[in-house]
């Protein structure tokens, strides 16, 4: 069965600093990989997904992810961060056989300050 | 455009009521999602649907169900509602794809 680990259920960091949202997956199979960032209040936004070629994926707002099949993990990464960055990100997996299938990690709450 | 549009946003209901959330989308998406989100952890997926008339289980469907009845809207219905139900429960939409479109969320209590 698949699972998503995401590691630490809150990060705090300082505006410009980096952001690094750990996630780790478990999938006998080569996984399809989302991550999802949800605003306060609001419901969940695509921030970018890797389904397969190029393991470094860029997404929306300055986000990239980074797909290593060796250590079975996906962290997001953002080298500035933005005071506008604070909200919960999920990161989700399927292993393609249906997008209906997405297990959500726990999320991970972003803090940004000043 | 309005997206994914969730009613009622805030309810609160007795134990053995029943109530229907209502998520109605305008992007002519044909796969439809229900969702509940539970402190600490991820979103579950209730019922889902691939198109008008058809609906399929999820992870948790046990207390629910759905309907389809066109293509552009999706009704979750709690026929007896639990303590165990209270919840903040998501409308997604998308193509034939991963879940895109989300509403802002109905957060339900159950007394």
């Known amino acids: 069965a698949q699972s998503v680990t995401q590691l630490g259920s809150h990060v705090s960091v300082s505006e410009g600093a980096l952001v690094l949202l750990r996630c780790n997956y478990s999938?006998?199979?080569?996984?399809?990989l989302f991550w999802y960032v949800q605003y306060p209040n609001q419901g969940l936004q695509l921030l970018l997904k890797y389904t397969t070629g190029a393991t470094l994926v860029k997404g929306i707002n300055g986000f990239e992810a980074e797909f290593k099949k060796s250590e079975t993990s996906f962290h997001l990464t953002k080298p500035s961060a933005h005071m506008s960055d604070a909200a919960e990100y999920f990161c989700a997996v399927t292993q393609g056989d249906g997008y209906n299938k997405l297990i959500f990690g726990a999320g991970t709450r972003l803090a940004v300050h000043p | 455009n309005a997206g994914v549009t969730q009613t009622p946003k805030f309810r609160v209901l007795k134990t053995g009521q029943s109530m229907t959330l209502l998520c109605a989308q305008d992007?002519?998406?044909?796969?439809m999602y229900w969702y509940r989100q539970d402190p600490g952890m991820g979103l579950r997926l209730i019922h889902y649907?691939?198109?008008?008339?058809?609906?399929a289980k999820g992870e948790v469907p046990d207390g629910y169900n759905v309907s389809r009845l066109k293509k552009q809207n999706f009704l979750l219905g709690l026929e007896s509602a639990a303590p165990s139900q209270t919840s903040v429960y998501f409308c997604?939409?998308?193509?034939?794809?991963?879940?895109?479109?989300f509403g802002d969320g109905t957060r339900l209590s159950i007394l």
């Open positions: 649907s691939v198109g008008e008339g058809t609906t």
């Open positions: 992007m002519n998406h044909e796969y």
């Open positions: 997604a939409s998308s193509y034939t794809s991963e879940p895109q479109h």
């Open positions: 999938s006998s199979v080569p996984p399809y």
